[in-house]
């Protein structure tokens, strides 16, 4: 079955960088649309980063112009490259894959202080 693997996530102060990566198995990757979504403490999971299987991206309004998302079909792996973070940012990341059903991994911290 299809299986995400996030990693990368961490303690950072504002205004500094993170890089996330999200490593797929048991599936075909390269046609899959992969996502970032985030979920902070008391609010609902939202919207990060969309990248189709063929390279569109689509952003979260909060995060555009700091966040970049990219994929590499070779490894099996999408990123998220976090720049500019912000105490806001501070959220569990989700990495999702979708195509019919979307699959999620289990989440990594990130934790960006003032």
């Known amino acids: 079955q299809v299986q995400l693997m996030e990693s990368g996530g961490g303690s950072v102060q504002a205004g500094g960088s993170l890089r996330l990566s999200c490593a797929a198995s048991?599936?075909?990757?390269?046609?899959?649309?992969m996502g970032w979504y985030r979920q902070a403490p008391g609010k609902q999971r939202e919207l990060v980063a969309l990248i189709t299987s063929g390279g569109t991206t689509n952003y979260g309004d909060s995060v555009k112009g700091r966040f970049t998302i990219s994929r590499d079909n070779a490894k099996s792996t999408v990123y998220l490259q976090m720049n500019s973070l912000r105490p806001e940012d501070t959220a569990v990341y989700y990495c999702?894959?979708?195509?019919?059903?979307?699959?999620w991994g289990q989440g990594t911290q990130v934790t960006v202080s003032s």
């Open positions: 048991g599936m075909i990757f390269s046609i899959y649309t």
């Open positions: 999702s894959a979708a195509r019919i059903t979307t699959t």
